[in-house]
């Protein structure tokens, strides 16, 4: 019985739908993540301290667990994947044209899209979370002014456009994922599936359109510095 | 056929290994006076008929029926599965699709799972132990039965036929960068799961397929649809997902 647990569990079609659970989540954090960022917009204030109710909530290290969780077991079964299908093919073809009716650019650049994304969670976190800490007072309640740290990175130009081609790549992999990860979990049905790849396609347009204007409005604010 | 008076020269990259372990290498012949009529795999005929003459190895190649429905004949042709026309075997390619003075890339499929006999010739057995897993009805048949006698919606018919339509030429495993199977595996699934006959050993049969597929080292599918493109009977991924809800619901409710 064990045995056959462990068969299923390991299984290909498993292991893809780890796969496109883990991601689908990330999208839901994606979104949440964003619609928090945009109070840099509504005030410094308000940023601060949705910022604080985060920080200071004790849930936040459960929060977080749970989605250092998702990382991992997306990014690990991502190398567990694409190692196994190197190994599926020892030697690789002298010629190899894709017929223009299958992949495509996104669909074929899943691991170096998804790697940038990762280099790109590890310098986002080094320079925001672990950023410079500034202190400020609201509302009489101390408290970390996280609005400088990210306004004051974004007044260099190149690390907007670092932020930018950072969540291009995020949104050419989501383009493809988002999709992916329904046909992984069963989804494929004429009546919605060609809404879905659009839908898929939307959602990448949404996440890099909405991330990528964060950057450049804190860069604006301060007259291009 | 419009110019088929007009004979082609062609140069050959042909793939040559002359055993299971030899290391092999690709390979240049000139092949003058094709006929744009001829098939590609009469093109091979003519090339190996000049390499006998010459006292040589002739290329070995699969093949059987040379009508398009057995799935014997492979092949990777300029890079792509049973080369660059849609929807039709090697054996149904013909010349004409190619230009005079071209250059033709021939190469085995290559898979991890499908190791090389011989030149262009690969062990596909891999797909007869996957069938052997659970690719089937255990039920004594006996003699035709009446053709209405099980009512099936004629949709499920319909759906059935399109995945009974697989010939198992492996061009789908071919053509994908992951050497995945899983179009081969879904199609065979979904013809007996969609059907009454074969839906009462569905929830054993996508486990014990899928875990034959990955026991032979194919690799796991990334949702791209080369398969489908590549495919000589059209057979879609929609399948693919099919086999993965089958998969899952065998896995909750088998016991
Ligand atoms: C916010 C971050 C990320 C999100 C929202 C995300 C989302 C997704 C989604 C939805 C899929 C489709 C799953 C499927 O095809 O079933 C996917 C696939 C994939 N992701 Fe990510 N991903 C993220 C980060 C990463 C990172 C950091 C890596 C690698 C270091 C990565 C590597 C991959 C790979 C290789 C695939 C393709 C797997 C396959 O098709 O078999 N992703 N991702
Ligand atoms: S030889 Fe039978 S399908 Fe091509």
């Known amino acids: 019985m064990s045995s056959r647990l462990t068969r299923i569990v390991g299984s290909s079609i498993v292991k893809k739908q780890a796969m496109a659970i883990t991601g689908l989540l990330l999208c839901g954090f994606l979104v949440t993540h964003l619609a928090g960022n945009f109070l840099i917009i509504y005030s410094a204030d308000a940023f601060n301290q949705y910022a604080y109710a985060l920080t200071s909530n004790p849930l936040i290290y459960v929060a977080e667990a749970g989605l250092a969780a998702l990382f991992l077991g997306h990014i690990g079964m991502a190398i567990k994947l694409t190692l196994e299908n190197h190994k599926a093919r020892p030697q690789k073809y002298y010629m190899k044209k894709p017929t223009g009716r299958g992949s495509t650019f996104a669909s074929s650049t899943m691991p170096y899209t998804g790697m940038i994304t990762l280099i790109f969670l590890v310098i986002h976190l080094i320079n925001f979370k672990f950023g410079p800490l500034y202190m400020t007072t609201v509302d009489g309640v101390e408290m970390r002014d996280l609005y400088r740290t990210v306004v004051e990175y974004f007044a260099s130009p190149l690390n907007v456009l670092w932020y930018i081609i950072a969540m291009v790549a995020l949104g050419i992999h989501l383009s493809h994922g988002v999709w992916s990860a329904f046909q992984s979990l069963g989804f494929n049905h004429p009546s919605y599936t060609p809404t879905l790849r659009m839908a898929s396609k939307a959602f990448a347009v949404l996440i890099v359109v909405g991330y990528s204007s964060l950057p450049i409005y804190c860069y604006l604010i301060q007259g291009g510095h | ?255």
Request: aromatic residues 4%; proline residues 4%; charged residues 25%.
């Open chain 2, 1 to 255: 056929m419009g110019n088929n008076t007009v004979s082609m020269n062609l140069n050959l990259k042909i793939w040559r290994q002359k055993s299971a372990t030899d290391k092999g290498e690709m390979v240049d012949y000139k092949l003058t006076d094709v006929s744009p009529d001829m098939s590609f795999l009469e093109m091979l005929d003519m090339l190996n008929d000049r390499l006998i003459r010459e006292g040589k190895d002739p290329v070995a190649f699969d093949h059987d029926c040379r009508e398009g429905i057995c799935g014997m004949c492979s092949l990777m042709i300029n890079g792509q599965a049973h080369g660059p026309e849609r929807e039709t075997t090697t054996c149904q390619l013909h010349m004409r699709s190619f230009k005079n003075g071209d250059t033709i890339v021939i190469e085995p499929w290559r898979a991890k799972a499908f190791p090389i006999h011989k030149d262009l010739m690969v062990d596909r057995s891999a797909f007869d132990e996957i069938i052997a897993a659970g690719g089937y009805v255990s039920v004594n048949t006996g003699h035709a039965p009446d053709a209405n006698a099980i009512p099936i919606p004629k949709e499920n018919a319909d759906l059935a036929m399109d995945a009974a339509a697989c010939i198992g030429c492996a061009a789908c495993v071919a053509s994908c960068k992951n050497a995945s199977a899983m179009l081969f595996v879904s199609a065979k699934i979904s013809q007996l799961a969609l059907l009454p006959q074969g839906e009462a050993e569905s929830k054993q049969r996508a486990e014990a397929m899928v875990a034959k597929m990955d026991e032979l080292g194919f690799g796991n599918c990334t949702n791209e649809a080369e398969c489908e493109a590549s495919c000589p009977k059209g057979i879609d991924i929609s399948n693919i997902a099919r086999m993965n809800r089958e998969f899952i619901k065998g896995g909750l409710t088998n016991r």
